[in-house]
């Protein structure tokens, strides 16, 4: 069996940039077993001889910060064959937009040229993120990996959710069950349960809040950013209820937005619970001081402060002020008390632990 997969991560651990980590090790021996069956089938066979079937897919499930996203970054690196990287989130969208493209054309199976397009070339489909909240993609999901698996397509995903837990409570749930069986079928289903939260460590006792919002703390965050992320990213587009909510910036559930991205735009409370939804940890810079000449976008950071703090979602920021002084005069200034308190605890070096379960 091939080792590239060992291999490169004792490279890592030589380097300094890993430390050993018996639970991130015990998963390498599943994506080694990828890389050997994709070579046999890469491998020319003689005309008698029937390519071998593609190998089983990997699902890696365990909680926030634990190193799932790196170890991906780690298999996409060491393939040799067509293989795209994906955040769940986005892919989803496109495959809807798709099907709606091809609904339009009458195609009676929208399906099917969805697939055909996705699969054109493609070996390896690594997904970061797994979660299913939209009853839409709940319905075509399993249509979709099945279609994709039969055309020799190899599916990696991570997740914060075990696969019997995925869409849990969510509507008509008894159509999405065959979804979960093919997974277990056709995907080996590895508990990454690492004991360090490496993330949540980085973060701990470090400052998450900068004021004022000048060079200094833009310099600050950007050094944040390029330790939860390597600096590298893509736009997260969400829809919700057909609207685009886009975080211009998003790399391995970290997202990165300005205060105008995410409370100048014309987003609600249903916006705003999709997007803590979608990121662990959301940075968020330039909030300026608060009050009648911006009372809407006010209204709106509240109500983005509730959804982060109810998911707890890590909260990394830059503000014109402290929090009891970021809004001082107009109406709002009470309500806004309760949201200065919650970005006060919010910054607490605990903040955010135990949010590993909920996705």
């Known amino acids: 069996m091939s080792n590239v997969m060992r291999d490169l991560y004792d490279a890592r651990i030589a380097s300094g940039d890993l430390h050993p980590d018996p639970a991130q090790e015990a998963v390498l021996p599943e994506f080694d077993r990828i890389l050997t069956g994709i070579e046999a089938m890469s491998e020319k066979r003689g005309f008698f001889r029937k390519s071998p079937e593609p190998p089983k897919g990997l699902y890696i499930w365990g909680g926030v910060g634990r190193g799932k996203s790196m170890l991906m970054d780690l298999f996409v690196e060491s393939l040799e064959v067509p293989v795209r990287r994906v955040h769940f989130h986005a892919f989803m969208q ?38 299913i909240t939209d009853i839409a993609d709940a319905m075509i999901v399993g249509r979709l990996f099945e279609a994709l698996m039969d055309r020799g397509v190899v599916i990696v995903t991570t997740s ?46 470090g400052q998450v809040y900068f004021t004022p919002a000048d060079a200094e703390a833009r310099e600050a965050i950007e050094a944040i950013w390029q330790d939860l992320t390597g600096g590298s990213a893509e736009p997260l587009v969400l829809t919700v209820k057909g609207r685009k909510v886009e975080i211009p910036a998003f790399r391995n559930g970290v997202g990165r937005a300005s205060f105008h991205d995410i409370c100048g735009q014309m987003l609600g409370p ?20 608060l009050g009648r000449s911006n009372f809407n976008e006010a209204k709106r950071f509240v109500t983005l402060i509730d959804a982060l703090y109810e998911a707890r979602v890590r909260l ?31 910054q607490d070096a605990d903040w955010g632990k135990g949010a590993a379960s909920d996705g």
């Open 94 to 131: 496109e495959v809807q937009n798709g099907l709606h493209e091809a609904r339009k054309a009458g195609i009676e199976d929208s399906l099917a040229p969805v697939v055909e397009e996705v699969a054109e070339g493609l070996r390896v489909l690594a997904f970061d993120e797994m979660h």
């Open 160 to 205: 914060n959710r075990v696969p019997d837990d995925l869409y849990k409570n969510g509507l008509n749930r008894q159509l999405f069950l065959p979804f979960i069986d093919l997974i277990k079928q056709r995907m080996v289903v590895h508990e990454l349960a690492s004991e360090t939260d490496y993330r949540q460590n980085r973060l701990s006792g």
């Open 316 to 346: 990394i920021c830059s503000a014109a002020d402290q929090p009891e002084s970021l809004y001082v005069e107009g109406e709002g200034v009470f309500e806004f008390e309760r949201t200065a308190s919650r970005l006060r605890e919010m």
């Open 270 to 289: 249903g916006d705003y619970l999709a997007i803590a939804e979608a990121v662990r940890v959301l940075i968020l810079e330039n909030i300026p001081c």
